[in-house]
């Protein structure tokens, strides 16, 4: 039997701290992208939260939208306030997020980060989120991932 990878494990304890009820999966491959993790997953891609990093004015921001969107970052950047939203560089992600790209989670950070969820994942009933990992990701609710991130809700487009 092989280990659990540490970043999994990490999210699995914060997720339960934070009192989660959703299942973690480990797919077979990894899922960069919404579309392979829907396909996998059986699921809309609209239903996958991406959790993507971003470097606003040097500190981080974390967007959960819908698999289903492209974030307006001149719109979004109007919207919080900051002069310069960008794609975080990998080495940003994992000094903010103590994850990769690809398998960053909503929760499970070394420390906060600012983070606001996607109006546009309220249609689903589940919802799938990394879960620290590429291959990892988590099922949840619209509601409980408000509740275990305090994210505020934002349109991304």
Not at 30 to 40: D, F, G, K, R, Y
Not at 91 to 102: D, K, L, P, S
Request: proline share 6%.
């Amino acid at each position: 039997m092989t280990a659990e990878h540490p970043s999994i494990t990490r999210f699995r304890d914060d997720h339960q701290s934070r009192g989660g009820t959703g299942q973690v999966v480990i797919l077979p491959d990894s899922v960069h992208t919404a579309a392979l993790a829907a396909e996998a997953l059986g699921c809309e891609v609209g239903a996958i939260a991406n959790s993507l990093v971003f470097d606003a004015d040097g500190s981080p921001v974390l967007i959960l939208t819908s698999g289903a969107h492209r974030v307006d970052t001149a719109k979004l950047a109007a919207d919080l306030g900051v002069t310069n939203l960008k794609r975080a560089k990998p080495e940003f992600v994992r000094e903010h997020t103590g994850q990769v790209i690809g398998g960053v989670s909503p929760i499970g950070h070394p420390g906060p980060v600012p983070t606001y969820l996607d109006t546009w994942l309220r249609r689903y009933d589940v919802v799938w989120a990394a879960a620290g990992h590429p291959a990892a990701v988590f099922s949840t609710t619209y509601d409980e991932l408000a509740r275990m991130t305090g994210a505020p809700e934002i349109e991304v487009e």
